[in-house]
């Protein structure tokens, strides 16, 4: 299954900045590798749905939103009501069905951003409308009464674009996940980081990303991005949304040469 061993790629890569690997748990003392193991094999069955639905000619988001509640109840209850994959069970619950019905029906990249875009509005519709101080009943709803970032919700209502783009490739599977990471990253408000950190925090990673890109990316800096990987472990910064946003990008290098792009005598490449 091509989703469970993207995450487990992601979940092996290092440096992580913070994020739980193979190597050490980053800066989170309430979680480890093995808590990630388990949690993801207890939601294996509810991604094998997700992609399941993508095979259904009838649409019904709210069955998508029923599968996503029961992976979420298999996660705490595996973990101890720790949250190790929330934000990734709501990601895939709307990636890997419209991908999987992309491929079959021979369409595009941009047709996968359309329709997710789409899905999105479809199961979001207007949350965002509804929060205010008396309402608010999560970190990400008070994030966005103060700095208008919806978070994972907000990506997925953009298409899941950061996904699809800045593919610099290095042959080394490894660097070439740190180097994605770092895209993301340098990109993302990342609401986990303003969760446990601050707006300042977060401005400072989306800097110190860039200027990694600019100064050419991760092969170019391995001294520095791991230096900063572990100063950041130390600070307790964690970004965990673009964690989430690069087990998307790691299943749609995976998938993407099953996807329609430019035709060239009648042939897809």
Do not use: W
């Given at each position: 299954m091509?989703?469970i061993?993207?995450?487990?790629?992601?979940?092996?890569?290092?440096p992580?900045?913070?994020?739980?690997s193979?190597?050490d748990?980053?800066c989170h003392n309430d979680m480890?590798y093995?808590?990630?193991v388990?949690?993801t094999?207890?939601?294996?069955?509810?991604?094998?749905?997700?992609i399941?639905?993508?095979?259904?000619?009838?649409?019904?988001?709210?069955?998508l939103?029923?599968?996503g509640?029961r992976?979420e109840?298999?996660?705490f209850?595996?973990?101890?009501?720790v949250?190790?994959?929330?934000?990734l069970?709501?990601?895939?619950?709307?990636?890997?069905p419209?991908?999987t019905?992309?491929?079959?029906?021979n369409?595009?990249?941009?047709?996968v951003?359309s329709?997710?875009?789409?899905?999105?509005?479809e199961?979001?519709?207007t949350y965002?409308?509804?929060?205010?101080?008396?309402?608010?009943?999560?970190?990400?709803d008070?994030?966005?009464?103060?700095?208008?970032?919806k978070?994972?919700r907000?990506?997925?209502?953009n298409?899941?674009e950061?996904?699809f783009k800045n593919n610099?490739?290095?042959e080394?599977?490894n660097?070439?996940?740190?180097?994605?990471?770092i895209g993301?990253m340098?990109?993302?408000?990342?609401?986990?980081?303003?969760h446990?950190?601050?707006?300042?925090t977060?401005?400072?990673?989306?800097?110190?990303?860039?200027?990694i890109?600019?100064?050419?990316g991760?092969?170019?800096n391995k001294?520095?991005?791991?230096s900063?990987?572990n100063e950041y472990?130390e600070?307790?910064?964690?970004p965990?949304?673009s964690?989430?946003l690069?087990?998307l990008?790691?299943?749609?290098?995976?998938?993407?040469?099953?996807?329609?792009?430019?035709?060239k005598?009648?042939?897809?490449?």
């Amino acid at each position: 299954m091509k989703t469970i061993e993207s995450i487990y790629a992601e979940l092996d890569m290092y440096p992580k900045f913070g994020l739980v690997s193979r190597v050490d748990s980053g800066c989170h003392n309430d979680m480890d590798y093995e808590t990630f193991v388990q949690s993801t094999l207890s939601i294996k069955p509810h991604l094998r749905e997700y992609i399941q639905y993508g095979l259904r000619k009838e649409h019904n988001p709210k069955m998508l939103q029923e599968i996503g509640k029961r992976a979420e109840a298999a996660m705490f209850e595996t973990t101890g009501n720790v949250n190790t994959q929330k934000g990734l069970i709501f990601a895939l619950g709307l990636f890997l069905p419209v991908i999987t019905k992309a491929i079959i029906d021979n369409k595009t990249k941009d047709d996968v951003i359309s329709e997710i875009k789409i899905l999105a509005q479809e199961i979001i519709g207007t949350y965002f409308d509804s929060i205010n101080e008396d309402t608010a009943k999560t970190y990400g709803d008070n994030i966005y009464l103060k700095y208008g970032y919806k978070g994972i919700r907000g990506e997925a209502l953009n298409g899941f674009e950061k996904v699809f783009k800045n593919n610099r490739y290095y042959e080394d599977e490894n660097d070439r996940f740190v180097q994605y990471l770092i895209g993301l990253m340098s990109e993302l408000k990342d609401t986990t980081i303003l969760h446990r950190k601050d707006i300042t925090t977060l401005e400072k990673v989306n800097n110190e990303m860039k200027s990694i890109i600019k100064n050419g990316g991760y092969l170019n800096n391995k001294e520095l991005v791991h230096s900063l990987s572990n100063e950041y472990k130390e600070l307790g910064i964690s970004p965990g949304g673009s964690a989430d946003l690069l087990v998307l990008k790691i299943i749609f290098e995976d998938l993407r040469y099953l996807l329609c792009g430019n035709e060239k005598n009648g042939i897809c490449l």
